[in-house]
């Protein structure tokens, strides 16, 4: 261990006698560590093979137990572990609030998840929402998005955004294109845009109410993902036009320059990956596909990726030392 070997340098030095070493080595001998995290590791692949196993025997057994004691059984194993959070709850603060407990974040995951299945399967099965098939996700985001809220849970949240994005791509996408599993219509790419934009709107806003700070990083993940994709399958589907690139070198510019002042890496390389596709793009599509010069020019194209390559990973590594120096 490191705090040993300085102690024994120091030992060997002469700093410290031979009864404060042999102190500081059986301390460290018998020091606890944490196990934390494959407990949490156990936790969440328990959830994933109980939610995978319950799906198994629903698909194997559906003619011998009936679809409406599939139902009750589900919401009755999301019922069950709701109530048992609530029994645990911390109270509510727009501060990050400790938890309970491990056991009660994952028995929360695992009710949204029972509850997401109990809605779908509800609408599949019946068509209990006819043919507004967005309903059901519409309530699984309003539901998660208050219980990420109540029960401080970055999990839920996350599962919040993804329904809520479900819920906008259902509504904009029309049911034909669903059904074909057409989703090249530029419909699909503006409510990405809108919406990223909106995450990003909601998160500034919180943060800067100081309600649930802690969470501004996850919408602002969702929010560039989902910004950066839009502008590229814009960029891929209009083949190239100028309208969709300007957008992605603006959402690059602002990600760059937020991801030095919050000194995240992360978003920095994220940013850089995206626009690095979006400039490739555009140099194989107006230089080697549009132009007559494609044979020409086919002799810079592993300059280009070398230049390219060599250039980014320059900026990344003088980024990350401008980052650890501020």
């Known amino acids: 261990m490191k705090d040993t070997t300085i102690a024994e340098k120091l030992f060997k030095e002469g700093a410290i006698g031979e009864a404060s070493y042999q102190k500081v080595s059986a301390s460290y001998a018998t020091r606890l560590f944490s196990v934390g ?108 998005f208050a219980i990420a809220y109540y029960f401080d849970h970055i999990g839920i949240l996350s599962m919040a955004i993804t329904a809520i994005a479900g819920f906008i791509g259902v509504v904009i996408t029309p049911t034909a294109l669903l059904s074909e599993n057409d989703f090249s219509s530029e419909r699909i790419i503006y409510s990405g845009l809108a919406l990223g934009i909106a995450l990003v709107a909601t998160a500034l806003t919180l943060n800067k109410r100081l309600i649930k700070s802690h969470f501004t990083f996850t919408y602002l993940n969702f929010a560039m993902h989902m910004l950066f994709i839009a502008c590229l399958a814009g960029l891929f589907l209009n083949r190239g036009q100028i309208l969709f690139m300007l957008p992605l070198a603006l959402f690059v510019f602002l990600v760059i320059q937020y991801a030095y002042k919050e000194k995240s890496f992360y978003l920095l390389l994220f940013s850089l990956i995206y626009g690095y596709i979006g400039v490739t793009y555009l140099f194989f599509y107006l230089f080697l596909i549009r132009s007559n010069l494609g044979d020409s020019l086919i002799a810079l194209v592993p300059m280009y990726f070398i230049g390219s390559a060599g250039g980014a990973i320059v900026f990344l590594r003088n980024a990350n030392k401008k980052m650890r120096a501020s």
């Open 37 to 144: 995290l494959e407990v949490r590791t156990i936790l969440y692949l328990g959830i994933l093979l109980l939610t995978s196993g319950l799906g198994v025997l629903v698909y194997k057994n559906i003619d011998s137990i009936g679809h409406l004691a599939i139902i009750a059984f589900i919401a009755l194993v999301s019922l069950g572990c709701f109530a048992y959070a609530y029994t645990k709850r911390m109270p509510y603060s727009n501060q990050k609030v400790i938890s309970a407990g491990v056991l009660v974040d994952y028995v929360l995951l695992l009710g949204c998840l029972t509850f997401g299945t109990f809605m779908g399967y509800l609408q599949y099965q019946y068509s209990t929402f006819g043919p507004h098939h967005e309903i059901a996700f519409l309530i699984p985001a309003i539901l998660f």
